[in-house]
């Protein structure tokens, strides 16, 4: 199982990205799935996740500016960041568990995407 994570970049504050988490080895149609970051110093966070069903829950610190979104089609997720701040800097991952119907939190995640880095200047 492979998660590919892409569209990280260099935005001013204000600006936006939208990642992408492209699943291959497995189809995750039944499994929850997520976005985690992890600043310079800090631990490791979930920002975002939606379940096998589309519920979606966002950490307190983006919700209204985050989106996340999942094509079963294309077996991917997207985190759309909009009005993004410099404290949003972080390497992003996405991740998913591994069993179906399983929340997504740090202690069930099974397998991780390689990081994309997210730098917003102010």
């Known amino acids: 199982v492979q998660l590919q994570a892409s569209g990280g970049g260099l935005v001013q504050a204000g600006g936006s990205l939208r990642l992408s988490c492209a699943a291959s080895?497995?189809?995750?149609?039944?499994?929850?799935m997520g976005w985690f970051r992890q600043a310079p110093g800090k631990e490791r966070e979930i920002v975002a996740a939606?379940?096998?069903?589309?519920?979606?829950y966002y950490v307190d610190s983006v919700k209204g500016r985050f989106t996340i979104s999942r094509d079963n089609g294309k077996n991917t997720v997207y985190l759309q960041m909009n009005s993004l701040k410099p404290e949003d800097t972080a390497v992003y991952y996405c991740?998913?568990?591994?069993?179906?119907?399983?929340?997504?939190?740090?202690?069930?995640?099974?397998?991780w995407g390689q990081g994309t880095l997210v730098t917003v200047s102010s």
């Open positions: 939606t379940s096998w069903s589309s519920n979606t």
């Open positions: 991740a998913a568990p591994n069993r179906p119907n399983t929340i997504v939190i740090i202690t069930t995640v099974a397998f």
């Open positions: 080895g497995r189809t995750f149609n039944s499994y929850a």
